[in-house]
């Protein structure tokens, strides 16, 4: 089943421009991930926040959580075109098993 | 290794046939997970490995797909009497539970013709 929904499903900005990713779930989590896929093939992990946690940075990178509005944000600041990828988040909670469980991916293209 | 390791990287296979997907987790992690991703779709749990505990299989969408994981190690994804419809990437991710993230493979890329 689906638990996480990133809106928008597509996103084209310009180099230096931010980009913010949007994610809603359904069930209560532990925590929300967030990976980047280029080219289709394996994901990389960007950054887990857990759900006692509202936000948190890394580099170029800012997460916010919600858990009264189920949802969480991803802004990547200063984008650049290597920023170019896919963009899931997924939830981990007790109510799936402590699964690992995606949403359907915003595809994000910086342009130079 | 340094990282996940799936083998192999791509496979096409005549509709019937049964194949087998291999995925080499990095060593010590207890988590294993196996995923299918369609053309420009999103990744669906197949089955979940954790530790000497029964796998969660829930997410296998028929009983031609099986997989196990020997010696809490590496892994297999069978599957027998392969349709057109099993085509897709299938990706193996492990983690070190209570860790941060998963690490991915860079998956087997399954074309059956």
């Known amino acids: 089943s689906q638990q996480g929904e990133e809106d928008p499903q597509a996103l084209s900005i310009q180099e230096g421009e931010n980009a913010t990713m949007n994610c809603s779930y359904k069930?209560?989590?532990?925590?929300l991930q967030w990976y980047r896929q280029n080219s289709g093939r394996g994901l990389v992990h960007l950054i887990l926040i857990r759900s006692n946690e509202r936000e948190k940075h890394s580099g170029r990178l800012r997460v916010t959580l919600d858990t009264s509005k189920k949802s969480s944000s991803l802004l990547i600041t200063a984008s650049r075109a290597a920023d170019t990828a896919s963009y899931f988040c997924a939830t981990e909670s007790y109510n799936q098993g402590g699964k690992l469980i995606f949403g359907q991916g915003t595809e994000l293209s910086v342009k130079p | 290794g340094a990282g996940v390791s799936q083998s192999p990287s791509n496979k096409v296979t005549e509709k019937g046939k049964d194949v087998e997907l291999r995925c080499d987790p990095i060593?010590?992690?207890?988590?294993l997970y196996w995923y299918r991703q369609s053309l420009g779709q999103g990744l669906e749990f197949l089955i979940y490995f954790q530790g000497n505990s029964a796998p969660d299989k829930s997410g296998l969408p028929s009983d031609r797909f099986s997989a196990e994981r020997t010696g809490g190690s590496v892994s297999t994804l069978t599957i027998q009497r392969t349709q057109q419809e099993d085509s897709a990437v299938y990706l193996c991710a492990s983690s070190l539970a209570g860790v941060d993230g998963y690490t991915f493979g860079s998956g087997t890329r399954l074309t059956v013709v």
């Open positions: 060593s010590g992690h207890t988590a």
């Open positions: 069930t209560s989590i532990n925590n």
